[in-house]
């Protein structure tokens, strides 16, 4: 249990990342593949959903970065209809952590409950993305940031797949460790 403790007490106490909410253009396919490779928190927490996907190997490796995917898409749709929720900040800042802490772990959840906890934090990844968005090109924004997080998704798979075959599960683990210590330093203030 002191792990969930640990949890609710970074959320609670994190502050906004700054890497959302009027960062410029949003109505552009570029601006959309941009954003997600800009923030360190979005960047780290794509990767992770990949990394823990190779880790669990099977029907994870694909579903787990869909999941996130669609559910990403939910939450943009949710924010660029002007709808706001509560807590998204802290919930992305806890995605890094909490995702990298699965990772470091080894933690292996049954496909389902890993899709429901990557989908959970994808909806917060996806309304920072949609409160951001604004005017004309919503849908070539969406259409961008969408392909960025695919392609981090990807890229965390090919690392984790790499890491676990060549110099060992350890390796990915220790990946894992510096996703969770990366959200950590976002948290404290050290990175972001």
Do not use: K, N
């Amino acid at each position: 249990m002191p792990f969930y403790l640990a949890a609710v007490i970074l959320t609670l106490a994190a502050t906004p990342a700054l890497a959302h909410v009027g960062a410029g253009h949003t109505g552009s396919f570029l601006a959309g593949v941009a954003h997600p490779i800009g923030g360190l928190d979005h960047l780290i927490a794509m990767i992770t959903v990949g990394l823990w996907g190779a880790l669990a190997g099977g029907r994870a490796l694909w579903l787990w970065p869909a999941a996130f995917l669609l559910a990403m898409i939910g939450g943009f749709s949710v924010a660029a209809l002007g709808i706001d929720m509560p807590f998204v900040e802290p919930a992305i800042l806890a995605s890094v952590i909490v995702l990298g802490l699965l990772v470091t772990l080894a933690v292996r959840a049954p496909v389902w409950i890993g899709a429901a906890i990557v989908a959970s934090f994808a909806v917060f990844h996806g309304h920072a993305h949609g409160t951001e968005a604004g005017g004309e090109g919503l849908a070539l924004y969406a259409a961008g940031f969408a392909l960025a997080t695919a392609a981090l998704h990807l890229a965390g798979l090919g690392f984790g797949l790499l890491a676990e075959r060549g110099i060992g599960q350890y390796a990915l683990r220790g990946l894992g460790l510096a996703a969770m210590l990366g959200g950590v330093a976002i948290v404290a203030g050290l990175a972001g």
